[in-house]
């Protein structure tokens, strides 16, 4: 099986428990900025090797500490991060995460403009790309600022040409509000999706113009076959050409919800590189984002083994509308 190709962020995520979650912590945890590794795309490489798929990482990060310490441990996770450029002359990008006492958590990026992200170029591609990959992810967050935004319009142009299926994350931020750059480039790349992910409604239904999840899928079809509303506690929608799949979420005590939807979205390309059906993939998908957030950090995606005994024994319940 060829890898998938994970095309994107990856920055130092600096968790930040604020008033009451201080009183969630463990008592033997000192309240305090804790670094954990994160980029939404670079979680999904993760959460992807851990489920045994074979997947590469595409993206640039500064030749400091912390851009060595995210290729270190994509590489001890089984990542290949040999297309991971660390340059020395950008920083590499930092999210601040303020949680909340529920696990919700308000990022803020710095720098706002110009991150590391941002720098990826058309020289990082190398000229046998198309020939190493399977698959094509990527996410929306590369979508805002050039030359990123025109490196991987291009390759996901590329990748269409060549008939390699394209998924996209619409990973839509704070910094994306009435960004006339990232709306139009997100429409630019609706054309060369298969598998459009996104929140039910500040993404899926905020893209398509409706509150209507139904039917802000159905106006999605017409440029993606495949739509996939993720819906957090209550699970998630994957809308085919045939039918509606649904899937209830998973119970478990919530620790913080950082980078659910990541693994969501790899556990759901790992199924599908296996030939799952897509109701199925659904709720592995669910399964392990539920998992995710009963988990500290974006990177706690289970293991392929944790993951079934989880799902089989997770309380659930699935259905398909023709």
């Known amino acids: 099986m060829l890898p998938v190709l994970c095309f994107g962020d990856i920055c130092a995520d600096l968790l930040i428990p604020y008033g ?20 939404s795309v670079a ?56 949680l909340d006492e529920h696990g919700e958590r308000v990022p803020f990026a710095y720098p706002a403009q110009g991150a590391s992200q941002h ?7 190398p000229d046998d790309i198309l020939d190493r ?5 990527s996410s929306g967050m590369t979508l805002r600022e050039e030359p990123a935004a025109s490196t991987q319009l291009y390759l996901m142009q590329r990748c269409k040409e060549r008939g390699i299926p394209v ?15 990232f709306a139009s480039n997100l429409k630019s790349a609706l054309a060369y999706c298969d598998i459009l992910f996104g929140s039910e409604q500040s993404e899926i239904c905020a ?7 139904d039917e802000a899928a159905r106006l999605l079809q017409k440029h993606v076959p495949i739509v996939v509303m993720r819906r957090g506690e209550k699970g998630a ?3 085919d050409r ?47 984002g539920a998992w995710c957030v009963n988990h500290r950090g974006g990177r706690s995606g289970p293991w392929k083994k944790e993951l079934e005994d989880f799902f089989k024994r997770g309380s659930q319940g699935s259905e398909s509308d023709i």
């Open 237 to 239: 929608v994957v809308y």
């Open 242 to 288: 045939d039918a509606k799949h649904s899937c209830d979420g998973f119970t478990v005590q919530v620790v913080d919800r950082v980078g659910a939807g990541d693994v969501y979205d790899g556990t759901f390309l790992s199924a599908i590189q296996s030939n799952t059906a897509i109701e199925e993939a659904n709720a592995l998908a669910c399964a392990a």
């Open 119 to 125: 720098q990826i170029t058309l020289n990082q591609l």
């Open 207 to 213: 893209l398509a113009g409706t509150s209507n999840p």
């Open 43 to 98: 979680n999904t490489a993760v959460a992807l090797a851990r489920l045994h798929t074979p997947v590469m990482f595409l993206g640039t990060a500064g030749q400091d500490y912390f851009g060595r310490q995210l290729k270190q441990q994509l590489i001890a996770e089984g990542v290949d991060a040999s297309l991971l450029s660390l340059r020395e002359d950008c920083m590499t990008t930092m999210v601040l995460l303020v």
């Open 167 to 181: 998924s996209l994350d619409i990973n839509a931020r704070l910094e994306s509000d009435g960004n006339e750059t």
């Open 20 to 39: 009451q979650a201080v009183s969630k912590l463990n008592p033997l945890e000192t309240p305090t900025v804790a670094f954990s590794h994160g980029g």
């Open 133 to 137: 990959i399977g698959w094509m992810h």
